[in-house]
């Protein structure tokens, strides 16, 4: 047995958050995501993220690996609340509305960042919509499992953004240029195989399947010395520091525009059946 | 190599199982939001499933305006 073997710890914690939940148990860390419809990325869910970071900095010492999934049944998170983010910014001059984001976007960056940075082996199980803030969720880990239906998206260009969580540098770390421009510059959703072919999703999973196969790939991972482990993250997964700050500045530039607040009235305005749809 | 009817047969099949709707209630010409009652999130299970089936790739936006089962069909025909 490893002199950091996890998988015997006798440690077991639960928390419950308004969005989240997560629990410690036999080294591995889970966190559920549920927050109706689609875990949209708003306050809400960025406090209780931030506190779900302090737990996971605390159970370094306990866990080999953390697996990030969903309950809710449409996906894995929609991404940004646009909803919250219209109401919040609507009666904001537009110094006070990119103050606004770029605070947010500061404490989003620290908590993907920090996932990104564990030392813990990170694994998303993700199915159904798996869009914006919530791919960008998902590239923040080490490995992405995928239920078969999953579907992965950009379409901040949709609205006149990029997108503002770190999805580009993380894209641009893991997967080709050119598959990039093509989910960037078409704001088009791809499927499991693209995204397989394309190198971000590890493993493809049977429909209801993803959370089985992401705790046997969690359990395998624990196997290894965590100080070894860690060392080789660290070497092979540098955050990129630089290009994840130029991304923070380039969006507060953007959403300075009047195109974009138009772009979010017209989306929170649409009540038809086509707002996943470009 | 399949025709354009082949496949606007075979998608009506695929829609009728994956939805639970009798095949003979459906016809080509049918809006499928309607027919299927679904909105954006089943409509992209459905090309998504589509996808899977015919070993195509079906980018969202050829979707776009369409909403009836020919036209959903002749998309993935230029695809084949």
Redesign the interface.
Known sequence: MHETDVTASKIHIFEKTKTLSWELKGGVLELALHHPP?NEIGMAMLEDLEQFVEALRAAEKDAGALIVYSLQE??FSAGADLRELYKAAAGLTTTQRVAGVRAFLERIHSVLNAIDASPLTTIAAVH??TFGGGFELALACDIIIAD??A?FCFPELRLGLIPGFGGIPRLRRDIGNAVMRDILF??????V??AMAAGLVSQVAAEGEVLRLARATAAQVCKFDRTTSGAAKRFIKPLPHEELRREIDLFCELVARPAVMEGLRKFVENTG?????? | MRTLEQTTDELLGLAAEYFKIPREELTATDDFYKKLKIDSLRALELITRLEHHFGVELPDYEVQGVTDFRTLASRIQSRL
């Open positions: 689609c449409a996906g159904g919509v078969k239906m579907r078409t704001g088009r959703s791809i499927n195989s693209k059946a086509h707002p996943y749809l470009p």
